[in-house]
Each structure stands twice: as C-alpha cells, then as structure tokens.
C-alpha cells in the first residue's frame, strides 16, 4: 500500500525509519506529531542527531525490536528493511515492514566540499557512485518532466516537498539513476518519497531549506549534473 502521513485521532505520533545499507548500526528515523516532523539518526545506541526531539530511552526499544527483527530472519540475507510504527501514550504499534535496499560497502572516498553546489548530511545518501560521480541530466519529477526525458538512458529527477507533499503515485520513470529528494527537512521517508530513495541507483537527502535549481523550471529541465555519493554523504555539482 502507498500512502501519504496522514492524522490520526487520539495523539498518536507516527514513525518511520530505514536500516542504512552501508552501516548496520544507523538507522535514519522520521516521527510526525500534531504540528511537525523531525529526522533523528540513531548509532550504536544513541542518537546522533537531534536527539532534543526524540528520547533516547523510547528509542532504545525501537532499536532492540530492529535486533529482532533482523535475528529472526524476516528479512533476507544481504537486504535492508523500512519499519513504519507508532507510539500512544508510550504504547508501541507496528504498522508496516518492508525491505528496502541491498546492503553496501562505503565508498573509499570523501566528498569534495569544493566542487560541490549542494551536499546531503551524513547518512542522507544511498548507493555509490565512482569518486567523480556520475553526470546525468536533471529533471523535475512529475509527467512533463518525465515525458520530456523518456529517451534517455539515465536521468536524475528531483522533487521538492514542502507541506508533506510527495510525488504523484501516477509517476513511475523507467530511467530513474539518480534521485535527489529536498523534502524542506522534513518527510524523506514517506510513501511518495521513500519509493524513490529505494528505486533509485544513487538517492541523495539534500540538506537545504531552499532547494534552488538553476534552470527553467517551466521546460523542467535544469541542465547536466555531476552527482556523487560515497554510500553516506552525497553531493551535487553542474557540468
């Protein structure tokens, strides 16, 4: 089932996180009260990464029941899952389990910081790239765009989400290489967006509040890209 986050009556606060596939020990989460949505990035124990707004207590269990699902099996050897869940009053619901992506060694490389005019943070990037990344046109990820590109062999198609926005569920280009989501800081992990992040070769988190492409968003063509990744940090820069 493909959905977006949607209200649920009584408090709830709905959640969901990704095993990262180049460390067993991350895991990216997403949780959505009344009013927001934070990220947080959970390692070896503890969160990393706002942590004023998720508790590392409520958490830990989340972690171990992420230990027991993988201990049991569920998941196929070699693959990642993506775990939708929700708390009430303190009160653990599962909703959802589903693999996500293949697991994957880290990049012997760093990111130039130099060369590069967007850059996700740690942990927002997904699959590898060579050290000087791949070029590929970007595009605008809805029908015009898609239509306008279906030739190519390999295009990268962004898509920024404010308000909780996500693509339309219409959408499904066959030649998705790269996928660079801007969701404001909010919302990566939900329906619309996250079957990107998991269908993409390279999927890339892009960590600014204003997602400012350089190009005319009217044709949704905003010129070649050089995208690169090191299987954690990613970064974009124009040919």
Known sequence: MVQDYY????????????????????????????LACVKGIWK????IKNG??????????????????IDSGLIPEGQTFQLEYGFDN????????RIFREKEERANFDIDFNRTKFLTGTYHSFGVT?????????VYLNKAGINKFN????????????FRRSPDLSLSPENITAFIAN?????????????????????LVVDEDRWNIDGDTTLNDFGTVRV???GIQGGISYV
């Open 44 to 47: 070896g124990g503890h969160f």
């Open 90 to 97: 303190m009160q653990l619901k599962i909703f959802q389990i």
């Open 183 to 203: 969701s404001m800081g909010r919302n990566f992990l939900q329906h619309g967006m996250y079957r990107f992040v998991q269908k993409a070769d390279v999927s």
């Open 130 to 138: 060579a050290k000087d990344g791949i070029e590929v046109p970007l």
């Open 228 to 230: 690169y990744s090191n």
């Open 7 to 34: 209200s649920r009556e009584g408090g709830w606060e709905e959640c969901s996180l990704v095993e990262h596939p180049a460390e067993s020990d991350v895991l990216i989460l997403e949780k959505r009260g009344d």
């Open 151 to 162: 030739s190519e062999d390999s295009v990268a198609y962004t898509f920024c989400s404010p």
């Open 52 to 69: 004023l707004y998720f508790h590392d207590e409520e958490y830990a269990r989340i972690a171990d029941l992420c230990k027991e699902i």
